[in-house]
T-cell receptor, first 118, second 116 residues
Framework: AQSVTQLGSHVSVSEGALVLLRCNYS??????LFWYVQYPNQGLQLLLK??????LVKGINGFEAEFKKSETSFHLTKPSAHMSDAAEYFC????????????????FGAGTQVVVTP | DAGITQSPRHKVTETGTPVTLRCHQT?????MYWYRQDPGHGLRLIHY???????DKGEVSDGYSVSRSKTEDFLLTLESATSSQTSVYFC???????????????FGEGSRLTVL
């Protein structure tokens, strides 16, 4: 079984400040990890993903995340927040070795709403 | 953007009425999913399909049924809608051969359902 915990349902950051969104996962098998972003009244868009290899992954819009197996974490960061970063962010996990009937069954965290203030 | 169309985008209905939501894709992806999004719960899987006529339950499948008679269409049916099914419903697609085997999902824009 897999699960995801996102710390903080709401985060407020000043424009230009560091954005840090925390995600911890639980998985009994090697995971694939994802961060998705949702803008108001839209679907989810993939920000970045960790599969294998390099543990620091870079995504769109200047975001990056680091997979830390020892801490079971996959925190999302952006050095300098922009007003356009205001959105809801979701961390998700799935098993690496999927079977036919488990493919793509992502387990999502509850989401973190990011507010950017001028 | 992935070619995923959900219909209707908004619907208001009354308790006890049947409701069908449609997801149509033009990507020829094998896997299709229905999730519901509720505040504080993130997205939860309702049902999914791994091929035509091949479907299975997710973690919140009670009160929902699905059908997939063609690769491009995945229907979600609420046989008798209840107020607890008021939610935003998202369709997603995936294909192992298309994303290098990483399980990435592509999402539609959602269908907002209100059950009065």
């Amino acid at each position: 079984a897999q699960s995801v915990t996102q710390l903080g349902s709401h985060v407020s950051v000043s424009e230009g400040a560091l954005v840090l969104l925390r995600c911890n996962y639980s998985s009994s098998v090697p995971p694939y990890l994802f961060w998705y972003v949702q803008y108001p009244n839209q679907g989810l868009q993939l920000l970045l993903k960790y599969t294998t290899g390099a543990t620091l992954v870079k995504g769109i819009n200047g975001f990056e995340a680091e997979f830390k197996k020892s801490e079971t974490s996959f925190h999302l960061t952006k050095p300098s927040a922009h007003m356009s970063d205001a959105a809801e962010y979701f961390c998700a996990v799935t098993r690496r070795e999927g079977t036919t009937d488990s493919w793509g069954k992502l387990q999502f965290g509850a989401g973190t709403q990011v507010v950017v203030t001028p | 953007d992935a070619g995923i169309t959900q219909s209707p985008r908004h619907k208001v209905t009354e308790t006890g009425t049947p409701v069908t939501l449609r997801c149509h894709q033009t990507e020829n992806h094998r896997y299709m999913y229905w999730y519901r999004q509720d505040p504080g719960h993130g997205l939860r899987l309702i049902h999914y399909s791994y091929g035509v006529k091949d479907t299975d339950k997710g973690e919140v499948s009670d009160g929902y049924s699905v059908s997939r008679s063609k690769t491009e269409d995945f229907l979600l049916t609420l046989e008798s809608a209840t107020s607890s099914q008021t939610s935003v419903y998202f369709c997603a697609i995936s294909d192992p051969s298309g994303q290098g085997n990483t399980g990435e999902l592509f999402f539609g824009e959602g269908s907002r359902l209100t059950v009065l």
